[in-house]
């Protein structure tokens, strides 16, 4: 299949590692270029080094409301485009619903929500018609034990995915809601290392999925270059699980 990723241009946050990471390798191995944002210089350095010319990067927390513009600023200087995004940002702390401190519930809006929404607002500045994939979480529909914040938060922004498909779908944009389950990034290793038994969480999350394993970071990219490419042109305001089967709702 011929995804028509060719140099086509994309701005991919929390780049440096994880899911963001497999994206981007996704979306240069299928001929794209990206433009890198994530809190660590040397590492993006390193990987705008591997990927040769089909990268620049942009250093910085994406707490800072001046960042998603200055990377759709990069990714345009440096190629002369911006075709979207997949935006991916930090995990919430966890907690049950009367856990949480204030504060903390405010810092999650401030990490977790406003990055995506400024992500989004930045590359439709530069493209009123572009192809964006926000990463969430199968918290987006269905409630995860202990993760209060993620429950509240996912599925507002799952909503504005599907608002937002309706309002570039007629000029051509697309919007899609990633949700992937349990992968194996250095989030999943930590939540994982905070258990009083990690060898028994991990098991215990193995089981609790149909392929009886955690996925690999790759099989995320894959599916996120996909989604992002010509290939995926009718698919729009949709929430896709990558969680080896693991979501229990249709």
């Excluded at 927390?61 to 200087?77: F, I, R």
């Excluded at 949480?100 to 519930?105: A, G, K, V």
Aim: net charge neutral; with cysteine.
């Amino acid at each position: 299949m011929q995804l028509g990723l060719t140099d086509k241009v994309f701005v991919v946050t929390a780049a440096s590692s994880g899911l963001g990471l497999a994206a981007a390798r996704s979306l240069v191995d299928e001929g794209a270029r990206v433009c890198l944002v994530a809190r660590r210089e040397q590492v993006l350095d390193d990987l705008v080094a591997r990927f040769g010319g089909r990268a620049v990067r942009v250093a910085g927390d994406l707490t800072d409301p001046g960042l998603p513009q200055q990377a759709v600023d990069v990714a345009a200087e440096a190629f002369g485009r911006v075709d979207g995004a997949l935006v991916s940002v930090g995990g919430p702390p966890r907690g049950g619903v009367l856990d949480n401190t204030d504060d903390e519930w405010l810092a999650a809006f401030g990490s977790v929500f406003l990055p995506a929404l400024r992500t989004v607002r930045a590359v439709m500045a530069a493209n009123p018609a572009p192809a964006i994939a926000l990463v969430l979480s199968t918290s987006a529909k269905v409630p995860l034990a202990t993760m209060a914040i993620s429950n509240g938060l996912r599925p507002g922004l799952a909503m504005l995915v599907k608002q937002l498909a309706d309002e570039i779908g007629p000029a051509g944009g697309r919007a899609v809601g990633l949700m992937p389950g349990s992968i194996l990034t250095e989030r999943i290793r930590f939540l994982h290392d905070q258990a009083p038994d990690p060898a028994a969480a991990r098991a215990a999350a193995e089981a609790a999925i149909p392929l009886r394993r955690l996925g690999d970071p790759a099989e995320f990219g894959r599916v996120a270059a996909f989604v992002l490419s010509e290939a995926a042109s009718y698919l729009s305001g949709c929430m896709l699980p990558v969680d080896g089967g693991a979501l229990r709702a249709v």
